[in-house]
């Protein structure tokens, strides 16, 4: 059986392409464009996630989340917000929210998001060894190799490697990068510089000496590591 | 000639006030001298025509037809001051009949004119041979058959001393009377301007970021009550305005961000599915577009955040090598791969007090500038120290590219400013070197590009270093 998504959103453009985006990801999807409309269906529906903007028509999305939680309905929440502070964030979590990500968002990290609140994907951390084609990681020796041969990679190219294998075949977006290898609280314009240079690289390392490239580049969307169909 | 004005408003007070006193002294001295004169002259005609009178009493001619004044009636005590007076009588043909011995022979007013002293008792200022002036008044008197002309005068002299030592009086009362009035002026006026200076204090205190504080008003009803309650109201208007402006800077940020995540997700659902190659490449330069308008979007909320933040919250305390040794290695990258070296030389015991993630961005901002503008093989130096005439600590970025112009030298740290130099790949919306400069002043530092270094641009930032 397909997860069931409940999305509450008021702006009708941003839920209709993000039915189509996730539907086509293999879920279910419901929406509802108000705070009441969504109360009732995620009673009647009791979808596997909910997708909240907080920013409703009529009812804080907030208040929702508290209420939902006060009548003990258990469901993974994800919080959509252009409001994206700490204090917002802190707060939303308060409430009991599973996740928080703020608007805009990157696509391919929504996935990422949802597909690890309704653990699709395994924890990254459990194993020692990743391996995508050719290409090995051994964490606790922090080496890879390809084709059996060591690659002589830096800690941080490691550590992006790394990222890269363990969201092996999605694509990963600058901000996740920022965000989760280079432990930025935000991306910016600098950091987007580094990363395309620590991006090329690591190119130049795991995929120039190869006939095979793994890395590449999804214009518009970030990165993906994946064995060319 | 450079006309003195005094600069403070008490010394201007007094001085005008001092000035009005004097000529009001001044027209008052005229006035009073003048009735004065008036009076005393008056006086002395008067007396001059009951003189007169009395002297047409006790003239008479003696057996040898002779005019004569009957003397005996002067041993009266009352009259004695008629002895200083001077009397003349003629006769019709200007015959001089009698002349006091007072005059010694000298005539008293020149030939007579036609109608003297005719019907009424003729007066004037006669001058004597000697030079003294002297009050006269002419009749004609008939006496036996025959009419005589008598003139009859008081010398000025003692009227003109008496005037002069009054006049002397004044001009000695008037400057003393004016001093004491400028001593008590200033004491008045210091003491009323005295809730004007303290005003002045709280306002020079309430700036940008405390407009939540007030003038005290001790006395709502007078000037100055009114002026603070304007002055009041106006920094009311200045609060609402300014968080009006901060509000609405992050409302209209939040209100490009719905729009802006919509055509994101939308875009990136589209790219995630099949279409053909052209339709690709305008839904990712669509992409790409909106991403560099979400950076400018939350550079905008990170400056309204920073406007919003106060100076004197509770911030951490760090090092400040820690955040530069943090924002060099965060570069390293880049600068290696544009083949530009970073000399980094810093004093370890400097902590400064504020919001390290803002300083962050301010100081990675201007070194991340001073790479775009590196050439290759060139060298950035960043420096960090402490100044030793004052507790502030200095860091200074500087490259080896092109410099700045003087007029760009301001320029960029003006919002949306974004220099020429850039190439288009390169050029942000212009807003991190604002943002450097709104964060560094907040926390009460300095920064600014300095003028007398040419072989590139230096960056030298000011911070409150703690102790």
């Known amino acids: 059986m397909k997860p069931r998504i409940l999305i509450i959103e008021d702006d009708r453009k941003m839920s209709e392409a993000l039915v189509v985006g996730l539907q086509e990801a293999g879920y279910d999807m419901d929406t509802a464009a108000s705070g009441e409309e969504g109360f009732y269906l995620a009673h009647k529906q009791r979808p596997d996630l909910l997708l909240l903007d907080l920013t409703l028509p009529h009812r804080n999305g907030l208040e929702i989340l508290k209420q939902l939680r006060a009548e003990g309905i258990d469901m993974r929440v994800l919080i959509l917000t252009s409001h994206n502070t700490v204090e917002d964030r802190v707060e939303g979590l308060r409430a009991g929210a599973d996740d928080y990500l703020g608007k805009p968002f990157s696509f391919p990290e929504l996935l990422a998001r949802i597909d690890a609140l309704l653990r699709r994907v395994l924890p990254p951390t459990e194993a020692n060894t990743y391996g995508i084609g050719d290409l090995s990681l051994d964490t606790k020796a922090r080496t890879a190799a390809r084709k059996g041969e060591m690659l002589d990679l830096t800690p941080r190219e490691f550590d992006l490697l790394l990222y890269f294998v363990q969201n092996r075949g999605r694509i990963v977006s600058r901000e996740m990068l920022a965000r989760d290898v280079w432990r930025e609280t935000s991306r910016f314009t600098p950091i987007d510089n580094v990363i395309d240079v620590q991006i090329a690289r690591l190119r130049k390392k795991i995929d120039d000496p190869f006939p095979v490239k793994l890395l590449q580049t999804v214009r518009g969307l970030g990165f993906c590591l994946r064995e060319p169909s | ?467």
């Open chain 2, 1 to 467: 000639m450079k006309r003195f004005t005094p600069t403070n408003l008490r010394s201007r007070l007094t001085s005008w006030y001092v000035a009005v006193l004097a000529l009001l002294l001044l027209v008052y001295a005229t006035i009073v001298f003048a009735f004065q004169y008036a009076v005393l002259t008056r006086q002395m005609l008067h007396d001059e025509i009951q003189d007169v009178v009395t002297v047409e009493g006790l003239l008479y001619f003696d057996s040898f037809g002779k005019l004569q004044l009957r003397q005996d009636y002067f041993s009266r005590p009352q009259s004695h001051l008629l002895v200083d007076r001077y009397m003349e009588v003629r006769d019709r043909a200007d015959n001089v009949l009698f002349s006091s011995p007072t005059l010694h022979g000298m005539r008293l007013g020149g030939p007579s004119y036609q109608g003297e002293g005719d019907r009424d008792f003729a007066e004037r200022i006669v001058r004597l041979d000697d030079g003294s002036h002297v009050f006269v008044v002419s009749h004609v008197h008939g006496m036996d058959d025959r009419t005589l002309l008598i003139r009859l005068g008081y010398s000025l002299a003692p009227l003109r001393d008496r005037m002069w030592q009054f006049l002397l009086l004044l001009l000695i009362a008037i400057p003393v009377a004016l001093a004491l009035a400028a001593i008590a002026g200033q004491t008045i006026a210091k003491r009323a301007l005295r809730p004007v200076d303290d005003m002045t204090d709280r306002a020079t205190q309430i700036t940008a970021t405390n407009l939540h504080d007030r003038l005290l008003i001790a006395n709502p009803d007078d000037e100055l009550g009114r002026m603070a309650t304007a002055f009041n109201h106006l920094l009311s208007r200045l609060e609402a305005a300014f968080q009006q402006l901060g509000r609405f800077t992050s409302d209209a940020a939040h209100e490009l961000r719905t729009p802006l995540a919509s055509i994101r997700t939308m875009g990136e659902v589209a790219l995630s599915r099949e279409m053909d190659a052209n339709s690709r490449r305008v839904v990712e330069d669509i992409l790409e577009e909106t991403s560099r308008l979400s950076g400018t979007v939350d550079s905008l909320l990170l400056l309204s955040r920073v406007e919003a933040t106060g100076a004197t919250g509770q911030f951490e305390k760090f090092q400040l090598c820690d955040l530069l040794n943090e924002i060099t290695a965060l570069l390293a990258l880049m600068m290696e791969e544009s083949r530009v070296s970073l000399e980094l030389s810093c004093d370890t015991n400097i902590f400064v007090q504020a919001d390290r993630s803002l300083m962050r961005v301010a100081l990675l901002n201007v070194t991340h500038n001073a790479w775009k503008f590196s050439p290759s093989d060139s060298t950035i130096r960043v420096v960090c120290r402490r100044v030793e005439s004052s507790a502030m600590a200095e860091v200074v970025i500087e490259d080896e590219g092109e410099g700045l112009s003087p007029e760009d030298r301001e320029k960029v740290f003006e919002r949306f400013y974004t220099g020429t130099a850039t190439s288009q790949s390169q050029k942000g919306a212009g807003l991190g070197l604002s943002i450097s400069k709104l964060v560094v002043e907040r926390f009460g530092g300095s920064i600014e590009f300095n003028s007398e270094y040419k072989s590139g641009a230096r960056c030298v930032i000011h911070l409150p270093a703690l102790k």
